[in-house]
Structures are given as C-alpha cells and as structure tokens.
C-alpha cells in the first residue's frame, strides 16, 4: 500500500464518521460518502501533502530506509470564539492519535495554526513523519 493509501485510510477511519472529507493536495466536494449515511460537513476539510522523501541503503545496501514527511492541514470556517471550534481542535488530537497508533509514523510538528488566506477558512497544520526499513534482497 502507497503511502498516500496509508494516510488517506487514516483521515477517512477517522473523520468520515464527522462528514469530514481529506484529499491528497486538493480540496474534493461532493454530495454524499459512499457506504455512509452521514452529512458532509462543508464547513471542515483536510489537505495533506507528502512534503519529501530521504530514502536510502545502509551497510550492506540490503535495507532501504524510507523516510517521508507528511502535512496535514485541518481547514474549518469558524471564529476560533465559536464552540465548533474546541471540536475542531478534539479532531486534530483524534487524527494525530491516529497516525501515532501506527508503529511508522512520528509527531515531527506538532499542532500550528495556518496563515489566514483569501477564503473564509481558517486551519491548523500537523506534521509527521513516517519511517520503515524494507528489506531489499
């Protein structure tokens, strides 16, 4: 499985029950989820990057390391005054307990507000980092 499967899997088991759509790069809209019978919540969204890739061999070139950077941006349309608001901020918590149940991922940064742009969303951003070691006969 690609990482970007693994992160997509992760946001979905974790905010799709909320209506809560993430994409890799863009934002997606749509009407309905698949397989759920939950309303999508327009007013939240995530974007998330793989930022880079250091990968290399070790020793006796049998091991390959694989190592990514991962962004993840909370995108919500609320005054940080308004009570949607701490539930966004339970989410963050909710998707970094997430990445941090699987063994590969580490908090690299943790949560920080996102620079105001021309839209009405506001956001937060979290980084992790994913490592493995993967044999390579």
Partial sequence: MSLKSIAQKILDNTLLQYGVLSH?????KTDAIKGLDVEINGNEYVV???????DGLYGDGKAHACRRYIDVNYYYNYDKDDAQYNVVVERVKDVIKAFAADKHFRLKNAESDIADIDNPYRGINVEFLYLEAVNRG
Wanted: charged share 25%; hydrophobic share 40%.
């Fill in 48 to 54: 998330f990057r793989i930022v880079s890739s250091n």
């Fill in 24 to 28: 890799h790069i863009r934002r997606v």
